[in-house]
């Protein structure tokens, strides 16, 4: 299952929690969870792994530039 989120480090742990909930609700399938970032390193995503798990669950980084237009292009 291909899941996309957005996060950013001051709601790392509010991800991990909602992850955790979709992993243990979705045992038998492998999920592709792709995080859509713009500050997150790779030590955030190695904490997300350690409390997550790696298990039936891929963490995906997407890095998104901040491009300063706002959320609708203004």
């Not at 955790?20 to 955030?44: G, P």
């Not at 901040?66 to 609708?72: E, H, L, S």
């Amino acid at each position: 299952m291909n899941i996309m989120i957005s996060t950013n480090r001051e709601y790392i742990g509010y991800a991990c929690i909602m992850l955790m909930s979709l992993k243990r609700h979705h045992k038998n399938i492998m999920l592709s969870v792709y995080i859509l970032h713009n500050e997150l390193t790779e030590e955030d995503f190695t904490f997300m792994d350690e409390v997550i798990g790696s298990e039936g669950i891929a963490l995906l980084p997407v890095f998104v530039p901040d491009t300063g237009a706002g959320v609708f292009g203004n």
